[in-house]
């Protein structure tokens, strides 16, 4: 069996969360190979709201087996309250989730070194999630981490050493935290943690395949924050990349079947960082109020903008994608013209590949203009209602990305999901 991964192309909160719902009846297994808290994905059904951080998308689903792997780091203070919060609305967590022993903890002084490295930033901070997440993943590299397994063996001297050897950073910061209260919660949240079933992920998971079973693999984050590929250095601290799944859960490349590359109609972005095509007049604005661009986990105000297809041609082949799906097209129907940014003019020449770096100050997004639909669509149910306008604007960017679009989605609820049979403009 094949591993397939569904993944943001843009600046994350594509609206990754709600597809995952949706196809995971299509898979027995769930699993988040990067990221951690920093992510928020939003599901919508039967009235109800839900935002999930650290855990997969697919423990709605019934019967569905979700993994955290070891490419995630993980918070057991979040982790807590998002576990207790599912358990509460009904659902049988401890029976469906799996933690990976190698998947690297977040410490309260990660997050306080997360916080005291943007201050020392000032004016060039990335504008983080402030969850700690830079500062885990530099101790992963660095041979400092501290892992999940790590808890069932001599943990408290473990814990100790890392604390201390923070808290001597922070110091040579100029911060003389008092931690008292977060280590309690923290290591009482660390006793809830292993109550969870720890496994050795990619031996499941490889197993799993062997036994004829299927793999959805849920990225957070996106392509352009991606540690490697994003705007370095405004970007995340993991591979959020097709890659990102091989080594996140320790599944061979070989393996990789279908990816998923998610995409909203247009495009946003949260925290700092070049965005070629951001929009700072009213059109931004309104995208923002219709599209209720807030963050999901910092409430902070989205930067929106137009769709950027240069940024979209680059994060398909670097992640290889086979199909993608966009999300949010209702937010356009009421706008009489759309933009779409076919190149860049940088030093003024065209540049149709994405280059090295999209902070010149030279740079200008060369747009095509397409007409509206001016058509709500978040009621349709099938493709043949779609109005010719967004035919046409599925069929223009088919072209430009060379790549099928299978899937449409036009509101945040479950059902608001509409797959194309066939893509007849591919
Ligand atoms: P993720 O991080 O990629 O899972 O995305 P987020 O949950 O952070 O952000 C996506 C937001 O858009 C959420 O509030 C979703 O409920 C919402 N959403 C998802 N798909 C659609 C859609 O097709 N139309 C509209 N209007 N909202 C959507
Ligand atoms: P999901 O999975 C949007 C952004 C932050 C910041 C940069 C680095 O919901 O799509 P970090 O805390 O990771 O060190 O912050 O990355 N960022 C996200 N933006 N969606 C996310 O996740 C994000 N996770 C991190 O705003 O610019
Ligand atoms: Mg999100």
């Given at each position: 069996?094949?591993?397939?991964?569904?993944?943001?192309?843009?600046?994350?909160?594509?609206g990754?969360?709600?597809?995952?719902?949706?196809?995971?009846?299509r898979?027995?297994?769930?699993?988040?190979?990067?990221?951690?808290?920093?992510?928020?994905?939003?599901?919508?059904?039967?009235?109800?709201?839900?935002?999930?951080?650290?855990?997969?998308?697919?423990?709605?689903?019934?019967?569905?087996?979700?993994?955290?792997?070891?490419?995630?780091?993980?918070?057991?203070?979040?982790?807590?309250?998002?576990?207790?919060?599912?358990?509460?609305?009904?659902?049988?967590?401890?029976?469906?989730?799996?933690?990976?022993?190698?998947?690297?903890?977040?410490?309260?002084?990660?997050?306080?070194?997360?916080?005291?490295?943007?201050?020392?930033?000032?004016?060039?901070?990335?504008?983080t999630?402030?969850?700690?997440?830079?500062?885990?993943?530099?101790?992963?590299?660095?041979?400092?981490?501290?892992?999940?397994?790590?808890?069932?063996?001599?943990?408290?001297?473990?814990?100790?050493?890392?604390?201390?050897?923070?808290?001597?950073?922070?110091?040579?910061?100029?911060?003389?935290?008092?931690?008292?209260?977060?280590?309690?919660?923290?290591?009482?949240?660390?006793?809830?943690?292993?109550?969870?079933?720890?496994?050795?992920?990619?031996?499941?998971?490889?197993?799993?395949?062997r036994?004829?079973?299927?793999?959805?693999?849920?990225?957070?984050?996106?392509?352009?924050?991606?540690?490697?590929?994003?705007?370095?250095?405004?970007?995340?601290?993991?591979?959020?990349?097709?890659?990102?799944?091989?080594?996140?859960?320790?599944?061979?490349?070989?393996r990789?079947?279908?990816?998923?590359?998610?995409?909203?109609?247009?495009?946003?972005?949260?925290?700092?960082?070049?965005?070629?095509?951001?929009l700072?007049?009213?059109?931004?604005?309104?995208?923002?109020?219709?599209?209720?661009?807030?963050?999901?986990?910092?409430?902070?105000?989205?930067?929106?903008?137009?769709?950027?297809?240069?940024?979209?041609?680059?994060?398909?082949?670097?992640?290889?994608?086979?199909?993608?799906?966009?999300?949010?097209?209702?937010?356009?129907d009421?706008?009489?013209?759309?933009?779409?940014?076919?190149?860049?003019?940088?030093?003024?020449?065209?540049?149709?590949?994405?280059?090295?770096?999209?902070?010149?100050?030279?740079?200008?997004?060369?747009?095509?203009?397409?007409?509206?639909?001016?058509?709500?669509?978040?009621?349709?149910?099938?493709?043949?209602?779609?109005?010719?306008?967004?035919?046409?604007?599925?069929?223009?960017?088919e072209?430009?990305?060379?790549?099928?679009?299978?899937?449409?989605?036009?509101?945040?609820?479950?059902?608001?999901?509409?797959?194309?049979?066939h893509?007849?403009?591919?």
């Amino acid at each position: 069996m094949k591993v397939d991964v569904l993944l943001g192309l843009q600046w994350g909160d594509e609206g990754k969360g709600k597809v995952v719902d949706v196809l995971t009846p299509r898979y027995d297994l769930v699993a988040r190979f990067q990221g951690g808290p920093n992510a928020g994905h939003t599901l919508e059904f039967e009235g109800k709201k839900y935002v999930l951080r650290s855990i997969p998308s697919g423990v709605f689903q019934q019967g569905r087996t979700n993994i955290i792997g070891n490419g995630v780091v993980l918070d057991p203070v979040l982790f807590r309250e998002e576990a207790e919060a599912l358990e509460k609305s009904g659902v049988d967590l401890r029976h469906l989730l799996k933690i990976s022993k190698k998947a690297h903890l977040i410490l309260p002084t990660h997050r306080l070194l997360d916080a005291a490295n943007e201050r020392a930033k000032g004016g060039s901070k990335i504008g983080t999630t402030g969850k700690g997440i830079g500062p885990t993943y530099t101790d992963k590299v660095s041979r400092n981490g501290l892992r999940v397994g790590d808890t069932l063996h001599n943990f408290k001297a473990k814990y100790e050493a890392a604390r201390n050897r923070h808290l001597d950073m922070l110091r040579a910061m100029g911060e003389e935290p008092d931690i008292t209260a977060l280590e309690e919660k923290w290591l009482a949240a660390i006793d809830y943690l292993r109550t969870y079933e720890l496994v050795d992920s990619e031996h499941l998971i490889n197993k799993a395949l062997r036994e004829g079973k299927s793999v959805l693999c849920e990225g957070a984050q996106g392509t352009m924050l991606d540690v490697d590929f994003g705007s370095y250095p405004f970007v995340t601290s993991s591979n959020t990349v097709t890659a990102g799944a091989c080594t996140g859960l320790g599944i061979a490349p070989n393996r990789i079947g279908e990816v998923y590359g998610i995409f909203k109609a247009y495009c946003t972005r949260v925290g700092s960082g070049p965005f070629p095509t951001e929009l700072f007049d009213e059109t931004g604005k309104r995208i923002r109020d219709l599209g209720h661009e807030y963050g999901a986990v910092t409430g902070r105000e989205r930067r929106c903008g137009w769709i950027d297809l240069v940024a979209l041609r680059y994060a398909i082949m670097i992640n290889g994608v086979t199909q993608l799906i966009m999300m949010k097209s209702d937010v356009l129907d009421d706008f009489d013209e759309i933009k779409a940014c076919v190149a860049y003019e940088i030093d003024g020449k065209r540049v149709d590949d994405f280059p090295f770096s999209i902070e010149e100050e030279s740079l200008k997004p060369i747009y095509v203009t397409l007409p509206g639909w001016k058509t709500p669509m978040s009621q349709m149910h099938s493709e043949e209602e779609f109005p010719q306008a967004f035919r046409d604007y599925i069929a223009f960017l088919e072209k430009e990305l060379a790549t099928p679009i299978t899937i449409v989605s036009i509101g945040p609820d479950r059902k608001q999901t509409i797959e194309r049979h066939h893509s007849a403009n591919a």
